[in-house]
């Protein structure tokens, strides 16, 4: 195909030149000749380049490779050059076959021609781009979703373009000879800055889950330092993630998803309120509620169980006996303060899920209330909620409100507009240290905890959220969960890890968590 495509190109190399001697010829007419004196110009448009999306460093999430696009004026030598460097043949055919300069993309900036004029182009995305859900995609230099989408206007707005101007005749001829005048991309400092860390962004992203999602929250300000959906996808390959049944365009983190044992946090929370932490229950491996048997995960049982201890062993039992005893609507209303039940908005169109509550009517079946008492029945939740929660415990009850944007810049170094973070005063301080220590309990003092990490010492709450459906082995999927924060002294990341249909939470989001944990300790200041 490719020796087609040069012996077609050399035929029109070879027409093109025919033209340009017959065109030669008749220039030596007096009369052309001094209508040619009359010069203008011809620009050729090289590329162009959009305004940047930038993490909370002015690291570029866009725009931070690049390509190098050539602007060509036909002849044998400029061609013949050329040829083993092009990337993309219709341009060439195109120029050639019409006798006019043309634009491809060349694998090199190295020619000694003097036809061939080469820039260095940004380009918007590439295989490898980070928080690919987040940023979205474009379409001929329109934002389609995420980002690019939502601020659309401002990034579009003064698009940077390069040129490549040469001077011609009046009949439109290049003289050649003539310096081109160059124009090339100023590399455009204008753009939106994110909340993300374009480090632990990388870190999440390079984790092993097939499906799911990690959320990491800055726990006093609310900023979402990175937010991955598994799997993603490549925005230069749109129809292989169509095709694809594990739906990689869904971004799970603002998806609902049943919740399980990390609810149990906010049973322990409206035992508090109550007076209630001093509760104990002795755990046979299964309790009845009316006609209804809940069992426990070990079948053993725990014997006597305290609050601490429930946490440790994740005792279905002790939440669902002290179910019994707690308040329907202020176990409601404090899940309700810690953002569950409500939309979290972003952007425009990045707006985490409401997920799922109970009602008051609900929860006066006793059995209901028993299984929104350690996380199971009607709730759902999303992985930012979820965060977010983490971030109102560990915060010492005062939650701030996710974020994602900090603002824009003009000179890729101070931030225009950035608003101060919003805080929901989730729970008095008193209760979130009670919180924050059972936390670090049930990881810290578990014999079987997978979350622990090597350099920071971590609180943290694990789950294995049933589903209500069936594998072809009648095995029922369950989903992985670990929410956690680090350190414990002075709180400065929340962490969530969510795997899609991933079976026990300290086996397959447990090791994650601690190798974020991990990572992001080992990150410079």
């Known amino acids: 195909m490719e020796k087609r495509l040069m012996i077609l190109a050399i035929s029109l190399i070879l027409g093109y030149t025919c033209v340009m001697a017959n065109l030669s010829a008749k220039m030596q007419n007096s009369q052309l000749l001094e209508t040619a004196i009359h010069q203008s110009q011809l620009t050729m448009k090289v590329g162009q380049a959009d305004g940047t999306i930038y993490d909370r460093n002015f690291v570029p999430l866009v725009n931070q490779d690049t390509a190098f696009y050539a602007s060509v004026i036909p002849t044998f030598q400029s061609v013949a050059e050329l040829m083993p460097h092009i990337e993309e043949m219709n341009p060439v055919l195109e120029g050639l076959q019409n006798g006019e300069p043309f634009v491809c993309r060349v694998d090199t900036d190295d020619f000694d021609c003097p036809e061939i004029t080469v820039l260095e182009i940004p380009q918007r995305q590439n295989s490898s781009s980070l928080a690919q859900h987040i940023i979205g995609y474009t379409r001929d230099h329109e934002g389609v979703t995420g980002l690019e989408a939502d601020y659309n206007k401002i990034l579009r707005s003064l698009p940077d373009t390069a040129t490549v101007t040469y001077t ?127 069992r426990c995960h070990d079948w053993r049982g725990h014997d006597i169980v305290d609050m601490k201890h429930a946490m440790i062993y994740s005792c279905n039992v002790f939440f669902v006996d002290l179910s019994q005893y707690l308040d329907p609507r202020i176990m409601l209303e404090t899940a309700q303060s810690f953002g569950f039940g409500s939309q979290i908005a972003l952007t425009k169109s990045l707006i985490s899920s409401s997920g799922s509550l109970p009602d008051i009517d609900d929860l006066s079946l006793p059995a209901e209330m ?114 956690g924060f680090f350190p414990i002294h002075q709180p400065k990341y929340a962490v969530t890890v969510f795997v899609e249909d991933g079976g026990y939470g300290n086996d397959a989001a447990a090791p994650i968590f601690k190798q974020i944990a991990d990572e992001i300790t080992a990150l410079p200041d």
């Open 168 to 294: 011609t005749d009046a009949l439109g001829q290049i003289l050649m000879g003539e310096e081109p005048v160059i124009s090339p991309i100023a590399y455009k400092n204008a753009g939106v800055v994110t909340t993300l860390d374009s480090r632990i962004q990388a870190i999440c992203e390079n984790m092993d889950i097939p499906k799911g999602a990690i959320v990491v929250m800055d726990v006093e300000s609310g900023d979402i330092l990175a937010m991955t959906s598994f799997p993603s996808y490549d925005s230069n390959h749109l129809a292989d993630a169509l095709d694809n049944p594990e739906s990689p365009f869904l971004n799970r983190c603002l998806s609902a998803y049943n919740v399980g044992s990390i609810f149990k946090l906010m049973t322990c929370a409206t035992a508090y309120k109550l007076n209630m932490t001093n509760f104990l229950t002795n755990c046979t491996g299964k309790t009845k509620i009316k006609n209804q048997v809940f």
């Open 370 to 483: 028993a299984n929104f008492c350690f996380g199971q029945g009607l709730l759902t939740a999303t992985p930012l909620q979820i965060t977010q929660m983490t971030c109102g415990i560990a915060n010492d009850g005062n939650m701030p409100l996710a974020r994602l944007i900090k603002g824009y810049t003009l000179d890729n170094q101070t931030v225009e507009n950035e608003k101060n973070p919003i805080y929901a005063k989730s729970l008095p301080k008193n209760a979130a240290y009670y919180l924050q220590n059972l936390m670090i309990a049930a990881i810290n003092e578990s014999d079987t905890s997978n979350a622990v990490p090597d350099t920071v010492f971590a609180g943290a709450k694990t789950s294995t959220a049933q589903t209500g459906r069936y594998d072809e082995e009648d095995i029922e999927l369950c989903h992985a969960w670990i929410t």
